[in-house]
């Protein structure tokens, strides 16, 4: 497989794991863009690398650039998948991957003119023990699917000028982290949710502070979802089965699962991967994306349906509040 080159477009905490995962086969990232030109130049020397940008919209014309990871604020993304994928970039964007369902049309429209692959770096359709555990409800063992708990609560001091509760960086729950609970009940849902109700609680700039969502499909699956950014409480999922429950903790980028066995109460523990290789894992199943020329393989590798199926959801429940950013008005 041909080494694919990697530009970073953001330096900030992502942008250095990314650096580690490519490190961890012995290579460095190609290039480097950012707004701030003295960061990407900082963020080069650190990890070696040897193209910076003098303007950062020069990363979108670079011939030799194969992948762009973008980790800019999400509110920033549409801008530049435009210009990366029009480009005929790959791209690997960060979640959530645009503001709402809208701009995901427009990008996935236009990476496929463009026949480059566009896909959000979600840690859950990419670590090895969610890949395991959907290995262990095919063979049946676990019986049925009938409910999804899940929750993430942080707790962020009640600074209204920081990025979780701007309107100008799109802060808010639902975004910043319920996305990841959205991706998990995809992830184990057969079907995308069809009927979906909640709750929302505001912060004082008008983003949503704390929300409750209830979800099912055609299938009955249930699900409920707790988010909050000013209540701290576990990162935790139970998936409830006919003939076991399931209990993961740290679930973005869970490494290990519980299965207790509802019939005699003995416990299963499933162990794979590793929270720290997350960034590993996805820069992998991207490389094998952009190597293959099988939609379905594409797709088995990076569940781009998923992700468009919670960009809708999510742009659905803002509809519904009637929540809108600045770039919506």
Not at 270 to 295: F, H, N
């Amino acid at each position: 497989m041909k080494q694919l080159n990697w530009a970073t477009l953001g330096c900030g905490v992502i942008a250095n794991e990314l650096a580690h995962a490519l490190s961890k086969e012995g290579r460095t990232l190609y290039s480097v863009a950012n707004r701030t030109h003295e960061k990407a130049v900082a963020f080069a020397q650190k990890y070696g690398i040897s193209k910076v940008y003098d303007n950062i919209d020069d990363v979108f014309y670079d011939p030799d650039v194969d992948i762009i990871y973008i980790s800019t604020p999400h509110n920033t993304h549409i801008n530049y998948l435009r210009k990366a994928l029009s480009n005929g970039k790959h791209v690997l964007c960060e979640k959530s991957i645009t503001l709402n369902i809208a701009e995901l049309d427009e990008a996935v429209s236009l990476a496929k003119e463009n026949n480059v692959i566009l896909a959000e770096a979600m840690t859950i359709y990419h670590m090895p023990v969610y890949k395991k555990l959907n290995e262990i409800i095919a063979s049946g063992q676990l019986g049925r699917l009938n409910l999804i708990q899940v929750n993430f609560g942080s707790y962020k001091d009640y600074n209204m000028t920081n990025r979780f509760f701007s309107r100008k960086l799109a802060g808010g729950a639902l975004l910043d982290i319920g996305v990841y609970s959205l991706s998990l009940i995809r992830w184990f849902f057969k079907e995308t949710p069809t009927q979906v109700s909640s709750q929302v609680k505001y912060a004082p700039t008008g983003v949503d502070e704390q929300a409750g969502i209830l979800l099912m499909n055609d299938a009955v699956e249930m699900a409920t979802v707790t988010l909050s950014l000013h209540s701290k409480q576990p990162k935790r999922a139970t998936l409830s089965f006919d003939k076991a429950y399931v209990e993961i903790f740290e679930y973005p980028r869970g490494m290990q699962a519980t299965i207790t066995y509802t019939e005699d109460g003995h416990k299963e523990v499933i162990d794979a991967g590793d929270t720290s290789d997350a960034l590993y894992y996805e820069v992998r199943d991207m490389e094998k994306a952009v190597s293959s020329a099988s939609s379905d393989e594409i797709e088995t590798l990076m569940h781009c349906q998923y992700t468009y199926d919670v960009m809708k959801i999510m742009s659905d429940i803002r509809a519904e509040w009637g929540m809108k950013y600045p770039e919506e008005e």
